[in-house]
């Protein structure tokens, strides 16, 4: 399967926003959430700061970074999936009353960020790098609008090393996440999943991906039995 264009993966994105975040619990077994908490552990965000939330989806990572930044800092989550980013804004207005004014949703591009330099004291970046179309844009923008020093974490699938785990994560991709999108036919955007990550990055390959974007320092961690990974960069 070739990569989708731009507007194909916007459409799976929209397809898929009403289903999104129960079949996440679902098929993770609620496991994403201590994931993408993990990740938050590693860029240490702290009250008062101002974060990007790249790729933000229905906005789990951005409400764990308007949690960390309030009361006075800010969160902005940027997607161009107009279905998720009104999901994030729905949930954020029911669920977190408290920080909604911490919280900003801004529909873009992240191949072309619609923020100045040196304008972030961190970043997040969970399940997104898989499925932008030019990877070392994506790094390069990310750290322009990094301020000096700051840090960034990328939460991604990653392939397992082993190769028992490598086979339980394609037998669960294949065998339980499709036949279950399939019924909500949804299987083709499920089906997708399998493909991006047989053509993304190893961990050691983002590493270089991201020394090449000029981050000074870039680091990956693999987690979940080396089926997820967090890459941990600074600018
Ligand atoms: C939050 C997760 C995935 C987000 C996600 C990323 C994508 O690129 C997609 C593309 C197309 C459709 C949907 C998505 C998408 O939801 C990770 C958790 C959800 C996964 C679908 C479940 C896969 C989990 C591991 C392969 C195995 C977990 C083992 C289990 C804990 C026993
Ligand atoms: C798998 S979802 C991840 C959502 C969220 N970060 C999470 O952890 O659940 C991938 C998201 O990336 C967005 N996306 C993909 N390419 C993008 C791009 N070039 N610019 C902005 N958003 C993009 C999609 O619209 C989708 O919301």
Redesign the pocket.
């Given at each position: 399967m070739s990569q989708p264009s731009e507007t194909d993966v916007q459409q799976?994105?929209d397809r898929?926003a009403p289903v999104?975040d129960r079949?996440?619990d679902l098929?993770?077994?609620g496991?994403?959430r201590i994931?993408?908490k993990m990740a938050l552990r590693w860029c240490e965000p702290k009250q008062g700061e101002t974060w990007l939330d790249l790729c933000c989806g229905s906005g789990d990572m951005t409400a764990l970074l308007a949690q960390k930044v309030a009361p006075t800092g800010q969160a902005i989550g940027v997607d161009f999936s107009k279905e998720l980013l009104a999901i994030a804004a729905d949930k954020a207005r029911n669920y977190l009353p408290k920080i909604q004014k911490s919280l900003t949703w801004q529909e873009g591009n992240v191949l072309s960020l619609p923020f100045g330099d040196n304008s972030f004291d961190g970043a997040t970046l969970?399940?997104g790098l898989?499925?932008v179309n030019n990877i070392p844009q994506c790094l390069s923008e990310l750290r322009r609008v990094l301020k000096n020093g700051a840090k960034a974490a990328i939460l991604?699938?990653h392939r397992p090393s082993d190769l028992l785990m490598q086979a339980?994560?394609n037998f669960?991709?294949d065998r339980i996440?499709v036949p279950l999108?399939d019924r909500f036919a949804?299987t083709a955007?499920?089906a997708?999943?399998a493909p991006?990550l047989a053509r993304f990055p190893i961990g050691a390959e983002q590493v270089k991906l991201a020394k090449a974007a000029g981050f000074s320092s870039a680091t990956h961690y693999a987690i979940?039995n080396g089926?997820?990974g967090i890459l941990v960069l600074q600018k």
């Amino acid at each position: 399967m070739s990569q989708p264009s731009e507007t194909d993966v916007q459409q799976i994105f929209d397809r898929i926003a009403p289903v999104y975040d129960r079949f996440n619990d679902l098929l993770s077994l609620g496991q994403h959430r201590i994931w993408k908490k993990m990740a938050l552990r590693w860029c240490e965000p702290k009250q008062g700061e101002t974060w990007l939330d790249l790729c933000c989806g229905s906005g789990d990572m951005t409400a764990l970074l308007a949690q960390k930044v309030a009361p006075t800092g800010q969160a902005i989550g940027v997607d161009f999936s107009k279905e998720l980013l009104a999901i994030a804004a729905d949930k954020a207005r029911n669920y977190l009353p408290k920080i909604q004014k911490s919280l900003t949703w801004q529909e873009g591009n992240v191949l072309s960020l619609p923020f100045g330099d040196n304008s972030f004291d961190g970043a997040t970046l969970a399940y997104g790098l898989r499925n932008v179309n030019n990877i070392p844009q994506c790094l390069s923008e990310l750290r322009r609008v990094l301020k000096n020093g700051a840090k960034a974490a990328i939460l991604d699938f990653h392939r397992p090393s082993d190769l028992l785990m490598q086979a339980f994560q394609n037998f669960y991709l294949d065998r339980i996440v499709v036949p279950l999108a399939d019924r909500f036919a949804m299987t083709a955007e499920y089906a997708y999943i399998a493909p991006s990550l047989a053509r993304f990055p190893i961990g050691a390959e983002q590493v270089k991906l991201a020394k090449a974007a000029g981050f000074s320092s870039a680091t990956h961690y693999a987690i979940a039995n080396g089926m997820m990974g967090i890459l941990v960069l600074q600018k």
